[in-house]
């Protein structure tokens, strides 16, 4: 009889992945709606960005992905509070899909994080600037199509009111990866 036996690596990556699932779905309970858009401020996006700037694009996705399954199965992580499948279809549900994108994205152009070689800071902005941008393809489509808004209308509403806090959340995010990448990378190779 075979027993599995998980090692001290995959322990840890398992603990990071349903650590940052749990941190984007803590980030829906700060939520602030907006008079003139039907999308809330939440720190969701900060979080899938932080998975994948942290824990690099597979593990990241795999963090986002499981907070995403969490939600669309019916915990009420999403948005205001929410969960199930019909959330997808609300004027925010394109974002959803935008978080995991986000993870992707940042780890992809951030790398792999590695105890022996330090991330350029510039590599590091990059990736929170194309991660927090990618959230909005899905995001701002979405919102044009349950809207049924001109562009320029579903980007006034799911776009710019954004913009200003979401470089104050990719700031805070591209300080804290530099700051811990090296520690997580430590581990994860180990």
């Known amino acids: 009889m075979k ?4 090692t001290r690596k995959t322990g840890i990556r398992l603990s990071l ?4 699932a749990a941190l984007t779905a ?9 008079p003139f858009s039907p999308v809330p401020i939440v720190l969701q996006n900060m979080f899938a960005l932080l998975a994948g700037l942290l824990l690099g694009p597979w593990l990241g996705c795999a963090a986002v992905g499981f907070y995403l399954v969490a939600g669309l199965i019916g915990a009420p992580i999403f948005a205001g ?10 004027p925010s549900g394109g974002y959803l899909f935008g978080y995991f994108l986000a993870a ?5 152009i951030a790398g792999m994080p590695r105890a022996d070689r330090k991330t350029a800071l510039w590599r590091l902005i990059c990736a929170a600037t194309a991660g927090l941008l990618i959230v909005y393809v ?3 489509a979405r919102l044009k199509f349950v809207l049924d808004a001109s562009w320029g209308r579903a980007v006034a509403a799911g776009f710019v009111p954004f913009v200003i806090g979401d470089a104050i959340k990719g700031a805070v ?4 990866a530099a700051r811990l990448r090296p520690l997580v990378a430590d581990n994860l190779e180990r």
């Open 3 to 6: 027993t599995a036996v998980i």
């Open 81 to 90: 509070a929410s969960g199930g499948i019909a959330h997808i279809l609300t």
């Open 104 to 108: 992707v994205t940042a780890g992809l």
């Open 138 to 140: 899905p995001g701002v």
């Open 173 to 176: 995010a591209v300080i804290i």
């Open 17 to 20: 992945v349903a650590l940052f």
């Open 26 to 34: 803590a980030g829906t309970f700060i939520s602030i709606p907006l």
